[in-house]
Structures are given as C-alpha cells and as structure tokens.
C-alpha cells in the first residue's frame, strides 16, 4: 500500500504527533531533540511520504548552511572542473552551494549577487568578469557575508581574499619549454579582458626577458567581439600561416580553448604541430582543460591545480564564517601549474 501523502509541517506534525517547534528543531539539527522524541520521528517517517522544504528548514537559523558560489561561463569545462571541486570540497564541509552564471555580463553578474544576498547564504565565493564588474554590488556582498574571489583578480577588489593560479610561475613555466625545444616561441593572446589574459601574457614576456629572447605577442586584439576563444584563436593563426608567417616557430596560447582554434587553423591550412623531434611548428596552451588529451594532435598545455583551488577556497570561506580570520589583509593564495607535455609540442 502507498503512503499517505504529507505536504506540510503542520500536516506532518499532527499525523505524528508532536509539535511543529520540534518537528523544525529536528529537521535543523537532530541532536537539539531528545533521543526518545527522535525515534518517535523518525518511526512516524517511516509511515508517511513527507519531503520536507529545503529553504523552509533554514529560514529561522542562524546559518542557512548554505554559499553561492558565481562562474562567468556554463560552457567552458575549465569551470565546471573548478565548481566540481569547489562542491565536493563544500558537501565534505556539510554546506550546500548555490550556483549563478554570469554569462559574461556584468548585469547578470550583479544579480547573482543580489540573489544570494536575498536568499542569505553564509558566503560567496565569486570567479569575477573583471574591472567591468559591478563594484558597488560586490562591495555590498563583501559587507554582508564572507566573500573570496577565485580564478581572477580585478584590481579593483584589492580588499578582497583571492584564490588562484600563480600564472608568472605557470606561464614561465611553458615558455621555458618551448624555448628549449624549439624556436622561441610566439604569444597567441586573447584580448585584454580580465585579469588571467593580462597575468599569462606578462609571464610569457617577463620569461622570454629572463632568457635574453625577444617576446613577440600576436592576437591581443578583438577579431570580433562575439566570437568565443577557439574562433579568436582560429581566425588570428589562419590569417599568420595565410601570409607564410609562424609555420616553424612554437605558439603558445593564453589558454586551451585559444589553442583549440589555433589547431584548427594549423589542420586547415596543412600543417601538424609537433611532428618533428626539435624545432617546427608547436602550438601549446594553458589550463589543462578536459579534451586536451582526445585532441588531434593532442595538446600540450599548462594544469591549473583545480582542486586545491577549490579545497582552499572553501576552506578559507569557512574561515571566514567562523570569525576565525582576525587580520583584515586580504589573504592571496597561489597554485604553481603543472607542465603536461604532449604531441602537439
């Protein structure tokens, strides 16, 4: 036989009964009941079907138990590696996260934010557009809850705690590689949008100076301002190898999803990256991102530490909610990168 269905606390109260108060108490956190009132809950449960609502369990605590936490694309699998290791990282901490896109638009981002000031998380944790962000919005947030950027610094949070890649270090890393391995290479940048395109490329210049070789950074201006990374880095690199140019040196890309376009051009105009032992064309990117491994030919790239990332950025939130963070210096944490070679470099 079915269960008799149960839609409300107040329903579920009386078909077991005991209080509503109880009832809430139970539902926040067990141990506030006595023990032989539990059983008796917990043996009236086993008779009804009853779901209890997951905002209504948490409008009267103190901590909702829950963060929000906003990424700037839903189509880019670099994040949802990143939020993958910030909610594992957050269910072994007992919390729930809330997830906003931002979808590239600061508007959108703004009312994540306001979303999650509304709902009254205990924190956010926050991967921003950049300078373009809304900053009266984030100052709101950051005097509200706990709030830690990850992924991007803009300058214009210097105040705020921010975990991230150490990109001079990653950057420098790649650079030093191809340097060795073939001629030094050439910068494929993204446009100057936020704050990684900015870091990665003065890593690559600070690194080629270090060497005594001279930097050269090619793409750092929109193509088209709505075309996403792969199309920016296709239609640069098909126009250089249309004019003869770069079919021999090494490319590094600002990230993976650049180098992706800047494979395609290298397919479409002949050519295949790493085919031979020294010297030649070699396209390499940054960031590690999923498909790097099942591309052809597979990419060689940089790995960001996605899931200390993640582990420390909830980590240091929880920090936060806890009071236990005395100094109002904003703490900075940096992850080196990890050089993965593969054929493509």
């Known amino acids: 036989m079915s269960k008799p269905r149960i839609k409300t606390m107040e329903e579920l109260s009386l078909a077991i009964g005991v209080s509503r108060p109880t009832l809430s108490r139970f539902f926040q956190d067990p141990t506030l009941v006595k023990a032989k009132t539990v059983a008796k809950i917990e043996k009236g449960l086993e008779q009804v079907e009853y779901v209890p609502n997951f905002f209504a369990t948490r409008l009267n605590r103190k901590s909702t138990r829950m963060i929000g936490v906003i990424i700037p694309y839903l189509n ?30 600061p508007a959108i981002e703004a009312r ?5 000031m509304s709902m009254n998380v205990d924190g956010a944790i926050v991967a921003p557009l950049g300078d373009h962000s809304d900053q009266a919005v984030y100052q709101r947030l950051k005097s509200r809850m706990p709030f830690v950027l990850m992924d991007s610094r803009p300058t214009t949070m210097p105040d705020v705690d921010y975990v991230g890649t150490n990109h001079a270090q ?3 890393l790649i650079t030093e590689y191809l340097s060795r391995v073939g001629e030094p290479p050439v910068f494929m940048a993204m446009p100057r949008v936020n704050f990684n395109a900015i870091e990665r490329e003065n890593g690559y ?11 050269e950074v090619i793409g750092a201006e929109f193509v088209n301002e709505n075309w996403h990374f792969e199309d920016h880095g296709e239609a640069v690199l098909s126009a250089e190898f249309a004019q003869g140019r770069f079919t021999d040196r090494s490319i590094l890309c600002a990230n993976d999803r650049v180098a992706i376009g800047a494979l395609r051009a290298a397919a ?28 052809n030919p597979p990419l060689t790239t940089v790995a960001q530490d996605t899931a200390s990332i993640g582990r420390k950025a909830v980590s240091r939130m929880l920090q936060l909610i806890r009071g236990e963070v005395i100094d109002d210096t904003p703490e900075i944490t940096l992850f080196d990168g990890n050089l993965v070679v593969r054929r493509s470099a």
């Open 112 to 116: 994540a934010a306001e979303t999650f």
């Open 268 to 295: 479409l105009h002949g050519l295949t990256p790493g085919q031979t032992k020294k010297g030649g064309l070699r396209i390499a990117g940054h960031d590690d991102y999923l498909l790097c491994p099942y591309l």
């Open 205 to 215: 210049v600070a690194k080629m100076n270090e060497l005594g070789l001279k930097p």
């Open 76 to 105: 880019d699998l670099f994040f949802t590696e990143l939020l993958e290791a910030v909610e594992v990282a957050a269910m072994d901490a007992g919390l729930t996260v809330i997830t906003q896109c931002s979808h590239s638009d």
């Open 170 to 172: 990653s950057t420098g």
